[in-house]
């Protein structure tokens, strides 16, 4: 007893002691924007915010590496981090990474920009969706637009104002020393890790108020893009629609021209929802989507009125333009691969003139079944045919005459002529078939 005592007591006094708390070590959220800015990227960086500020991380950690992308998505992405009750912290990385055209907006609305050694920042002046300059009073009022809205992003964090009108203004470019150098970014760091040693207990300005960023030894949470919107992000690309498009057709057309096949209808059915989804996140060019319909319309007519491929052929120049246009090719190089225009045009060609259209011109072809298939085949006589007896035609026995010398059971015949179900016979060897020897049924 006297044991259980001191152990008891030993416990109790180890619950009085203070614990460590989990709570105090400080937690990042990391998040990668990796490509072009649209509105899935958009849709995933606020997510993320909002999941930090639940989770009351020490700072949001954004590593961005963008060619750029669409005006709308950016400034959803620059809302966010501009709201985000955390401390936002966005970091070009890793070495050739870079922050162009919407990228320098983005890194303009965070609290802190760092960079990694071999990154570049800049050229961000505003282009219409074809890539060419905007002009006229449009484009003064876009080009102005952007540069009071860089400016203001920069001059809200202490950073180079003039730089970044510059930026805008003649996509002026330049390295991660030298954007530490200018006070374009705040620091550079070679990973993670250093980068949050780095800034531990910083303090950041908004307009209202200061935060304090609490990054030493944090564990950091990695949220990668959940499937569905990798999937989504996926189809956002100019080639995938146009595949998706050439898939849709294939299988549908094939479908009408094979009514009952059902797997092409089903796989050309899901293909053009997913073309649908694909085209309309992307600045889609009406007049490719136009050629592609005409080009469709011709390879359905070449189908009916049989021009030889003619009419294919002019379908073929219609889907190459259209995939061409389909897209208008941006700052961010959007547009569908050449590689693919060209095999499109070819395959189609062949699927539509050697496939589709035999097999058209075959559904179309009268059926051949029952007795009429009988004139010309050949059989036996069993029995005497003088003029009238029995033949062995086609599988079955026939009544059947001849009109010339008896013919002996036996005898190797071939039908002639059919009267109602009376076959006309003559031996083999003496054996004519006239094209009007075919009668009608009475």
Do not use: C
């Not at 189908?303 to 009419?311: E, V, Y």
Request: aromatic share 4%.
């Amino acid at each position: 007893m006297r044991l259980v005592r001191v152990a008891l007591a030993f416990v109790a006094v180890l619950a009085l002691l203070p614990q460590p708390s989990l709570a105090a070590t400080p937690h990042v959220l990391r998040a990668d924007l990796d490509g072009v800015i649209n509105n899935i990227t958009a849709a995933y960086v606020a997510s993320e915010v909002s999941r930090a500020e639940s989770d009351q991380s020490g700072a949001f950690l954004l590593v961005l590496n963008t060619p750029g992308g669409i005006s709308t998505s950016m400034d959803d992405i620059v809302t966010s981090l501009l709201n985000s009750k955390v401390p936002v912290i966005v970091y070009v990385y890793p070495s050739g990474a870079r922050a162009a055209s919407a990228g320098l907006f983005v890194a303009q609305a965070a609290d802190v920009v760092a960079m990694a050694p071999g990154t570049n920042i800049g050229s961000a002046h505003p282009i219409d969706a074809t890539g060419a300059d905007l002009t006229g009073d449009l484009g003064a009022k876009v080009l102005n637009d952007a540069v009071t809205r860089v400016r203001s992003l920069a001059s809200m964090h202490g950073r180079n104002a003039d730089w970044a009108e510059d930026a805008v203004r003649h996509s002026v470019n330049i390295s991660a020393e030298e954007a530490i150098r200018l006070h374009v970014a705040d620091l550079e760091a070679n990973d993670v890790p250093s980068l949050l040693a780095t800034l531990d207990n910083r303090t950041v300005s908004r307009p209202s108020g200061t935060l304090t960023i609490h990054t030493a030894g944090a564990i950091v949470t990695d949220e990668p893009m959940p499937f569905w919107q990798v999937f989504l992000g996926a189809l956002i690309d100019p080639t995938i629609a146009a595949l998706l498009l050439l898939l849709a057709a294939y299988g549908i057309i094939t479908e009408l021209t094979s009514p009952g096949a059902i797997l092409p209808g089903v796989v050309g059915g899901i293909a053009a929802v997913l073309a649908v989804v694909s085209l309309a996140n992307l600045p889609l060019n009406i007049a490719g989507a136009l050629m592609l319909i005409v080009a469709l319309g011709l390879f359905v007519a070449d189908l009916k009125a049989n021009t030889h491929g003619i009419l294919s052929a002019g379908g073929v120049v219609a889907l190459v333009l259209g995939l061409a246009f389909l897209i208008n090719t941006g700052p961010v190089g959007l547009g569908v691969s050449p590689v693919l225009i060209a095999l499109s045009g070819l395959i189609s060609f062949g699927f539509f003139v050697f496939f589709v259209q035999r097999i058209w011109i075959a559904r179309r072809r009268p059926a051949a079944a029952g007795s009429e298939t009988l004139v010309g085949a050949s059989g036996e006589a069993r029995q005497d045919l003088a003029p009238e007896g029995f033949v062995f035609v086609g599988g079955a026995l026939w009544k059947a005459t001849t009109s010339g010398e008896p013919i002996h059971a036996g005898t190797p015949i071939k039908v002639v002529g059919r009267k109602g179900l009376r076959l006309e016979v003559v031996p083999r060897e003496t054996a004519t078939v006239e094209p009007n020897t075919t009668h009608k049924e009475k």
